[in-house]
């Protein structure tokens, strides 16, 4: 990226070092005698004259950062699903307190929860074999018991740690209902290749209605993989299908994953922050069909498809990881969504205060040009800006000088998302702007980030070549390099 600047600072805490590492308190007789009896003295004035100014906690500013999220999700409705093999991890009591806290905060909870491994155990320690052909469980009359004892065992095991209320845990004072019921209607899934999967079936309907009036309640709604027909008969169902069909039927806000993995891997290295549908399509020929990820990944591509904007894969492993996904920037795993959680546009007026954050730093070390308020605000419409959720990135701006030509200026992406490709995604954007307008030639004059444009196509050439209105005003007291690009 073309700019570079250390934003970071030094603090002192409250004990400010003394000679050989002796703090204002302590080991320092003087300052003890007279605290303990109370008197006033020169070496306490003077001690409160040198310290330092307080330093705001980093939980306080940490909170503070929260607070816009709060007001955002206030109200929304999440579907979050997580599998039997969350419910058995250590971490599990964390997610509870997790769900506890986005309760309190008055988010709408639909709590979707799988059974694979439990339903596993019940049926081997009982000796009951039921065939998986292509994922899907042939699910016997025989094995249905089990199965209704692991579904319903992890939803007391639910239930009960919602209900916790104990004084020094995080649940103290919590006052949450958790309903469940037949909120889930299901059909056979039939005979498909001349094999009959009995009582396995899929989603027929959610009664959606009565799950919001429970919402609406404050109540938390607890969904198993387990559905009901109008017959009578209870079938087995694919968490992720249940979570998809609830998602959409209740035109939910959020559809959650708590998978194994953090989020989807490119390379197997690579964590993919934020992905659109036809990426999800791509990434899934690679992945294999009977997966964790594929499960996920198909199903966040059908959410998009039926209105669901933000459907978000994370690790249930992870301690923190849904707070950080839905309180934090940057998030903790992955994101699929049909609108771009980071995007490149037009800037307009509201722009202005973020652009003046991230320009001052970069003018003050004498890398660009000081602009003041009143000037971004009229030139304005030459900017274009990279957001992410309300914070300006990056920006950059072009200046026609005549029909033909126009300069490239104030390219800059805020210290912290200079790993990766912004600022070549922001001057692609700005080529995109220059052709459209039938503009053959950019010019960028810089003193210090010369080679990261010829990096990216643009080559040296004398100040003379500059159109010669914009010639007119070169500064040589700054002498700039003048690089141009033909496009």
Known sequence: MPTSTDTSASFTNGNAPLADGETMTDNNPILAYHAMIDLPNTAQQNAAATTPAYVTPPYVLWFRNFAPYI??????TFVIMFNGEAVNHDNFSHLIHDFALLHSLGIKLVLVHGARPQIDANLAENHIETPMVDDVRITTKEAMPYILKAVGS???????????????????????????????????????????????????AIDAEAIHNNLIHDHVVILGSMGYSATGEVFNLLAEDVALQAAISLKADKLIFLGEQTGIYKDGTHLLKEMIPHEVTRFLRDVPENSEIARFLRAASDACQYGIHRTHIISYAKDGALLEELFTRD?????????????????DIDDVVGLIELLEPLEEQGILVRRSRERLESDIENFSVIERDGMVLGCAALYPLNDQAAEVACVAVHPDYRNGSRGADLIAFLEQQARSRGIHELYVLTTRTAHWFVEHGFMEVPAESLPADRYAFYDNTRNSKVLKKVL
Do not use: C, W
């Open 331 to 347: 998030g903790s795993g992955t994101l699929i969504s049909h609108d771009p959680y980071e995007e490149i546009r037009r800037a």
């Open 71 to 76: 007001n955002t999700h206030r109200g929304k």
């Open 154 to 204: 992890i939803r007391l095991q639910i239930e009960a740690q919602l209900s916790m209320g104990l004084a020094n845990s995080p649940m103290y004072g919590s006052r949450i209902h958790a309903i469940s019921g037949n909120f889930v209607t299901a059909r056979p899934y039939g005979i498909r290749n001349g094999i009959d999967y009995q009582f396995t079936g899929e989603v027929r």
